[in-house]
């Protein structure tokens, strides 16, 4: 069975400040993880994958995650978090075939001035 | 760049009526989705397609129905709208990919309130 477990509900930052979401998840086979953000009243962009290539994946916007197969992590950063970065973010896990895809409940980040 | 277009942002309907979500993608994927986004209870999986005229259950298939005539057209059909249908509606798109792994491709949202 597979599961995702976004462990903060909500994160502050100051811009300019580093930014750290995390993601673990649980699969018992190597899993395809992504990360998608969604600004208010739209759909979910996706930020970037991990398929089992490159361990550290970069995505857009300056965002990338690293991929740990011994803490079943997939954590999301970006150096300097800027005022339009937030919104609310998740961490998928998707199931062989591309149907059975996992969503964890999200994770809201704020960016103060 | 795919580009998964909704045919509605916001709609209003009456309890009772028959409502149709549109969904259209240009990206000739294989696969589409619905999906329904409430606070505190993330998205969840209506329906989905793996081809034209095929349709599998989600989590949550209650009240619901699909229709996938074409290719780049998934509709979501509420039989008989209730009030709680109420909620963010999301499409989303995929190719089946090596493996199947491939990301989902989501629309805009079409934000639905019954009264």
């Known amino acids: 069975a597979q599961s995702v477990t976004q462990l903060d509900s909500h994160v502050s930052v100051s811009e300019g400040t580093p930014v750290l979401l995390r993601c673990n998840y649980s699969?018992?086979?190597?899993?395809?993880l992504f990360w998608y953000v969604q600004h208010p009243n739209k759909g979910l962009q996706l930020l970037l994958k991990?398929?089992?290539?490159?361990?550290l994946v970069k995505g857009i916007n300056g965002f990338e995650a690293e991929f740990k197969k011994s803490e079943t992590s997939f954590h999301l950063t970006k150096p300097s978090a800027h005022m339009s970065d937030a919104a609310e973010y998740f961490c998928?896990?998707?199931?062989?075939?591309?149907?059975?895809?996992?969503f964890g409940a999200g994770t809201r980040l704020f960016v103060k001035a | 760049d795919v580009k998964v277009t909704q045919s509605s942002r916001y709609l209003v309907k009456r309890t009772g009526e028959k409502v149709f979500l549109e969904c259209v993608q240009d990206m000739d994927h294989e696969n589409m989705f619905w999906y329904r986004q409430d606070p505190g209870l993330g998205l969840r999986l209506i329906y989905f397609?793996?081809?034209?005229?095929?349709?599998e259950k989600g989590d949550i298939p209650e009240g619901y129905s699909v229709s996938r005539e074409k290719k780049e057209r998934f509709s979501l059909i509420l039989e008989s709208a209730s009030t709680n249908q109420t909620s963010m509606y999301l499409c989303?798109?995929?190719?089946?990919?090596?493996?199947?792994?491939?990301?989902?491709?989501f629309g805009d949202g079409t934000r639905l309130s019954i009264l």
């Open positions: 397609s793996y081809d034209v005229k095929m349709k």
């Open positions: 991990y398929t089992s290539a490159a361990t």
């Open positions: 699969s018992s086979y190597s899993p395809s």
């Open positions: 989303a798109s995929s190719s089946p990919g090596f493996r199947g792994n491939q990301p989902q491709h």
């Open positions: 998928v896990v998707m199931g062989l075939g591309g149907f059975k895809t996992i």
